[in-house]
């Protein structure tokens, strides 16, 4: 079949491949579409699919292609040099060979390398036929060279291919490169999807240039393949249990869960003076007697994990050492991938993944609904207790590091005491021995149930520094819900109590405070969560 354009001896011009999707057709070399046939088959569904122009590699298919269709045909030859690395067009011939047999533009090879025709030559044949040329370039300087020398497009074919591992995105930064220096370019190499080709768009290109993605159905399944083997082994280890920990300054708990569900669980005293080793040692040993398998650690512990190091944020709390390796001696006792993530923080994910946050999100009327979807993805939690830790669940996200521990805040004045001695169940027993009550937080809270003015004064002031501080995280970060838990947190009327201190905000600014669900097993069950997501 001849085109009209090609009756007429019309020329392509570079316009003609102005924003338009270019389909490589090269099929695996061997493979079951190495055919001329399957090649015009590609390039004519292509066409029938919306691509304007076409890249195909060998003469004879050129040749074959030229027969079928009228729109613009990219050529290049392929060859295995001996004694060069350049395989895109290396010869003059062959740029006669693919002109002959009906390429309105040819590609070629433009990157700085040893090679048998300067591109220089091979620039110009392409001229003095009348044709385009591409330059297949891989770098910024390639381009300028082919520039120089007067090509008709810069191509980004060859980013990634001229030593070193083979990237996996497209480079886009070759692309805006290459546009600041001519608007006549065109993106070529691994955009594999239809998001990846507006990127490219985006970054300049004039024309997109899809091979693999649509042509090389081989490759095209591998990618598939890879994701969903990948998926299927994450969904095996999904259904395992997770070896979840709980290490604090009292006691140490470890479970084996499975989604949110304990599925067995052991607790024993943390030896506070036998170190980091032995406590690791000890859960060695627990986790043997409760049995089971699993398919990953967590560990939730007291303090900050920093890239698998622990360290102390409160050595009062527990005495680790700075820097402590704790992925890699939890991994050294327990023959699974390990996590590690501070224990407020994997309770907020716990709250945040199957507690207070899910109930939030889907009962109906709810502030969240109310908010909108999106603000169902951000959560604080806060947990009062002998001291006061928390987390932050930012758009879906789990803070970690240094991200909510609330305990250290500094007060105003000076910063001299931190918040945690403010507010928490210490601060409470703390006070009620000053006033010449030795009674501990719990008990202080019952005689405040009862009646008793001084127990009155010294819960209401850790309410109204609590109070102070929901406050100030909803006006910073504005979650859906700040989950309240801990025995200070959950005693009975606190957060009643923090509610009437935030009565006299506007309704807007006023946190929305919820009551934690899973009590001490957040930790847990938050861990869990995490290793099995992180670690499948
Ligand atoms: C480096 C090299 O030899 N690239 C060749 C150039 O023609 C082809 O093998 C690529 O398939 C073509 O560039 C399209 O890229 P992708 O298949 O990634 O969409």
């Not at 980013?159 to 065109?186: H, K, N, W």
């Not at 708990?253 to 036998?274: D, H, K, P, Q």
């Not at 560990?299 to 700075?322: C, K, Q």
């Not at 931190?418 to 006070?431: C, K, T």
Request: proline share 5%; hydrophobic share 50%.
């Amino acid at each position: 079949m001849v085109s009209p354009r090609q009756k007429k001896g019309q020329r392509v011009h570079k316009q003609d491949l102005q924003d338009s999707l270019v389909v490589s057709c090269q099929p695996v070399p061997g493979g079951p579409m190495d055919t001329a046939e399957a090649v015009v088959g590609f390039a004519r569904a292509a066409l029938a699919g919306g691509a304007r122009a076409l890249r195909i590699e060998s003469v004879a298919y050129v040749r074959a292609v030229r027969a079928a269709v009228s729109a613009p045909i990219i050529g290049l030859v392929k060859r295995d040099l001996s004694d060069s690395p350049v395989r895109i067009t290396p010869f003059l011939s062959d740029v006669e060979g693919l002109i002959e047999a009906g390429a309105d533009i040819i590609a070629f090879d433009a990157t700085d390398r040893p090679r048998p025709v300067p591109v220089a030559e091979l620039a110009a044949a392409v001229r003095a036929a009348g044709r385009l040329s591409m330059a297949d370039c891989a770098c910024v300087e390639d381009g300028r060279r082919a520039l120089a020398l007067g090509v008709d497009f810069l191509g980004t074919t060859m980013s990634g291919y001229t030593g070193g591992p083979e990237p996996v995105a497209p480079d886009l930064e070759l692309i805006a490169a290459f546009r600041a220096m001519t608007p006549d370019v065109i993106a070529e190499g691994r955009i594999r999807t239809p998001e990846q080709a507006a990127a490219a768009v985006a970054a300049g290109a004039a024309a997109v240039v899809v091979g693999s993605a649509i042509t090389r159905t081989e490759h095209a399944t591998g990618w598939f393949l890879e994701a969903v083997t990948g998926a299927w082994r994450r969904r095996a280890a999904g259904d395992q249990p997770v070896l979840a920990v709980d290490l604090g300054g009292t006691k140490t708990s470890l479970a084996l869960v499975r989604g949110a569900e304990i599925v067995a669980s052991r607790t024993f005293a943390t030896e506070r003076a036998a170190g980091p080793d032995a406590w690791l040692d000890a859960v060695a040993a627990e986790a043997t007697r409760l049995g089971g398998s699993y398919g990953a650690v967590g560990l939730a512990v007291t303090g900050f994990v920093d890239r698998g190091t622990w360290s102390a944020m409160n050595p009062a709390t527990l005495g680790i050492p700075e820097a402590y390796p704790l992925i890699a001696a939890a991994k050294a006792r327990f023959d699974q991938p390990v996590m590690a993530v501070n224990d407020a923080q994997a309770a907020a994910w716990g709250e945040f993944r199957f507690g207070a946050g899910q109930a939030q999100m889907h009962e109906p009327g709810s502030l969240a609904d109310e908010n909108g979807a999106e603000s169902g993805t951000d959560l604080v939690f806060l947990t009062i207790s002998t001291g006061l830790g928390g987390g932050i669940v930012a758009g879906g996200r789990l803070l970690t590091g240094l991200s909510g521990h609330f305990g250290i805040l500094g007060l105003g004045s000076g910063g001299a005491r931190p918040l945690e001695d403010e507010i928490s169940g210490g601060f409470v027993a703390g006070q009620a021995r000053a006033a010449g009550h030795a009674l501990d937080a719990a008990n202080v809270f019952a005689a405040a149930q009862g009646g008793a003015g001084w127990a009155e004064a010294i819960v209401q002031r850790s309410a109204a520094r609590a109070a102070l501080l929901t406050g100030d995280l909803q006006l910073a970060l504005d979650p859906a819900v700040i989950v309240i838990g801990g025995g200070i947190g959950l005693a009975t009327g606190y957060l009643d109590r923090l509610a009437a201190l935030h009565a006299a905000r506007p309704a807007r600014q006023r946190p929305r405070l919820v009551p934690a669900r899973l009590g001490a097993e957040a930790g847990l069950i938050g861990v869990a969560a995490l290793a099995r997501d992180r670690l499948a």
